[in-house]
């Protein structure tokens, strides 16, 4: 058995990370091969520069970003690369984790989550995902890196979203399912009260603001039936939950919301809740016609 420098447990001898804090075990490998994307690579000093495809990078270190890890990305607009390792130390079947590195080749995220989108939203928001250890197929949780690299993702929320660039986030609360907004210090700001959260969107897909503030749609799940309305990114209510659904984008030139009543006819409502059309359409389409 091979203990971890980093948390002492034990791991099986041909480990390469360890299966409880995902730390490098060290390991006597025989030299890798030059990947095929290398096409060239000289040492100078205490730099290697990389000829690869149109360009060459320099990459501090002795060595480079694809000698480093088994996967390399492309490096996107912001910067950086999502990089991967394999690891197979207690796992069913060959697993890949990934990490991500700056055009330095520093790491910024180390390779412990089990995806990272390789590009940001309109906020500069990266959505990742994380396996608990060891790996469970069945748990996955989702979070978000945002643009100053601050990690919002735990086992305590199965779901974190940004809204926009406020600095608040859709969470989903781990055991109970529940919805709510936490801060980046994951603290309550609505507590999980509600059985759906969405961001309403344009249709450039940037999320709505109104009165300075992103607004959301949110709802509640019942046996008997099913309520929505629409809050404001600190958990106000904006509309009250008086709707069947309410769907979570702008339509129609004036850019109002479509939204069905407990009877199941369609209409129209302003980003404030003012009745534009009132929800006597059977057929969605004569709401969309209506709008135009």
């Known amino acids: ?16 990370f360890c299966t409880w804090c995902r730390e490098e075990l060290p390991v006597k490998k025989i030299k890798k091969q030059e990947k095929s994307v290398i096409i060239a690579s000289v040492v100078i000093g205490l730099a290697v ?38 690891t197979d130390a207690d796992a069913s079947e060959n697993y890949m984790v990934y990490g991500l590195v700056n055009e330095d080749g520093k790491e910024i995220l180390p390779c412990e989550y089990a995806s990272i989108d390789d590009s940001v939203d309109y906020y500069g928001y990266r959505r990742i995902s994380k396996l608990p250890y060891p790996f469970d197929y069945t748990e996955e949780y989702l ?63 940037f999320e709505v603001e109104v009165d300075g503030s992103y607004i959301l749609a949110a709802g509640y799940d019942f046996q008997e039936g099913h ?39 369609y209409g129209a409502i302003d980003l404030k809740g003012n009745v534009v059309i009132p929800c006597e359409y059977v057929d969605i389409e004569d709401v969309y016609g209506l709008l135009k």
């Open 49 to 86: 520069v990389v000829i690869a495809g149109a360009g060459y990078k320099i990459l501090s270190g002795t060595c480079s970003i694809y000698e480093r890890y088994d996967e390399v990305g492309e490096f996107d607009s912001s910067g950086y690369a999502v990089v991967g390792k394999e």
């Open 143 to 205: 979070g978000v890196v945002s643009p100053d690299g601050n990690v919002m993702i735990s086992d305590d929320y199965g779901v974190i979203s940004n809204i926009g660039d406020s600095g608040y986030y859709i969470a989903k609360e781990t055991g109970t399912n529940m919805w709510g907004i936490i801060n980046d210090n994951f603290e309550w700001i609505q507590e999980p009260n509600y059985s759906w959260i969405s961001s309403i969107k344009d249709d450039n897909g």
């Open 1 to 16: 058995m091979k203990k971890c420098p980093r948390c002492g447990k034990e791991n099986v001898d041909d480990a390469r």
């Open 227 to 265: 309520t929505a309305g629409i809050i404001n990114m600190y958990g106000e209510i904006v509309v009250p939950m008086e709707y069947y659904d309410i769907m979570p984008w702008l339509s129609g030139e004036n850019e109002n919301i479509i939204v069905i009543d407990q009877d199941g006819y």
